[in-house]
């Protein structure tokens, strides 16, 4: 199946519950990819590594108005590097990325942020605990040059398991938004290829897909 046609299908699939955001998970796919995928209209693209990405953007940069996100975990040697050559980054889930980044960005438009919530409690992943999240939340809105945007996460991979982790979510974004300084926040980011149209139902305004749009990627950073 082309792009083409897998991003037909992926629209038809969310024409009812169309998000803000529809990003594309790029990781290990190739520039010349992306650059089909940005001639059918996409705009958002997800990275996972710094490198990997760092050749894309170079590779790509005739293209305008290609909105970058980082989505991948972040090593703090990495951070200046992230602040200065994404639009986004999802994946903060401690104080001193956070402050890094923001001593990295000075100078530029705020960096977009949204903090990775470890919801489903697999060690593996990365995220700051639920718990956690107001404290980070403050902490962030005190930089100036990072915009908090809102959370994101990785769900549990069995889709039972899954729903309860889109709720908690969708709880948790509710909760940071009834709170003063955070009545702005306008972006969840979850749900992937395996279960997007259930992120959608749970209030997702975001969501990452990289199977679905790309087919099968290869395993290695390319
Ligand atoms: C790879 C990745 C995705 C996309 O996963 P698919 O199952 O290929 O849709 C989404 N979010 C993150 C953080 C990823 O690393």
């Known amino acids: 199946m082309s792009i083409a046609e897998r991003l037909a299908h992926v629209q ?3 024409a009812d519950h169309p998000p803000q955001c529809l990003l594309a998970a790029s990781k290990h796919v190739t520039a010349a990819t992306l650059r089909d995928a940005y001639a059918l209209g996409l705009r958002h693209f997800g990275e ?3 490198q990997e990405a760092l050749d894309k953007q170079t590779a790509l940069r005739d293209l305008d108005g290609i909105i970058w996100h980082f989505i991948g975990r972040i090593q703090r040697n990495k951070t200046a590097l992230l602040a200065r050559h994404f639009d986004w980054v999802e994946s903060v889930d401690r104080p001193l990325i ?3 980044l923001h001593a990295a960005r000075a100078g530029m438009e705020p960096l ?3 903090i990775e919530v470890a919801i489903s409690g697999e060690e593996t992943k990365g995220g700051c605990a ?3 999240v107001p404290e980070l939340a403050l902490v962030i809105s005190r930089l100036s040059h990072l915009r908090l945007r809102g959370l994101m996460a990785l769900v549990h991979p069995q889709p039972e398991l899954a729903e309860a982790d889109f709720r908690r979510m969708a ?3 509710l909760a940071l938004r009834q709170t003063q300084v955070h009545a702005d926040l306008d ?3 979850m749900g992937t290829s395996a279960d997007y149209l259930q992120a959608l139902q749970q209030g997702a305004t975001e969501i990452r897909l990289g199977t679905i749009l790309f ?7 390319l």
């Open 187 to 189: 972006t969840l980011s």
């Open 98 to 100: 956070a402050e890094r």
């Open 12 to 14: 038809g699939e969310i």
């Open 112 to 114: 977009n942020v949204l």
């Open 130 to 132: 639920p718990e956690d």
């Open 171 to 173: 709880e948790l974004f």
């Open 48 to 50: 996972n590594f710094l």
């Open 215 to 221: 087919g099968a990627r290869a395993q290695e950073p």
